[in-house]
């Protein structure tokens, strides 16, 4: 994945790997977002717009700047998916995204999470890498009524966590749950191989794009 970014925001260090469809030209339909909030907090989120070209990507403009607008308005995750699955929904045309969003608070380290139908966020710590249990949540666009459950983690100095894109873990030859596995795999020898200033950098290198006819988002953020 060839496309990099790494910065520092509230405290956070966050580092990107993006990568777009074969077929699709230079914008795709998944976006990540790294913005620091009134106050201190951190908002972290990857999204995933179905389908290629640029209608999905003038989609996923129009989400990201909304996800943008309501999080420096102090909105918490599941309020932040609601309102955008309630934007999707009014659309004439049926256009379906999913997405994963959480607030950091450096202050007590804690991380406030929603999904709407997306994969499970990937916590790397010195004991291994797991899936976070996820919070029940449909992806957007499908009903205008639905709600967002919230969870919460704590997560130390050190730790890394991943949120990504379909694209990152799914081949038409295995099942997705075995690339979301590999992935969890990959970052754990990344981790065990790396110097601890060096683990975010380590980890995002590792990342594959087995499958170049899907975009494909890679946010990992780590406490410092």
Known sequence: MAMGLREQVNGVR??????????????????????????GDVMLAVGDVMGHGRTAAATMVRLRAAMTHLALAGDEPGAILAALNRMLCRRSATTLATAVCGRFRPADHSLTWSRAGHLPILWATAAGVTALDQPYGMALGVDPAARYATADVVVGPGDLLLMYTDGVVERRDRAIDQGVQGLADDVRTAMRAAAPGDRLRTALDCARHDNPEDDACLLAAEPV
């Not at 976006?31 to 909030?37: D, E, N, R």
Request: aromatic fraction near 12%; proline fraction near 8%.
């Open 14 to 39: 966050v580092g990107v790997r993006y990568a777009v469809a074969a077929h699709s030209g230079p914008v795709g339909g998944d976006w990540y977002l790294s913005t620091a909030l009134p106050g």
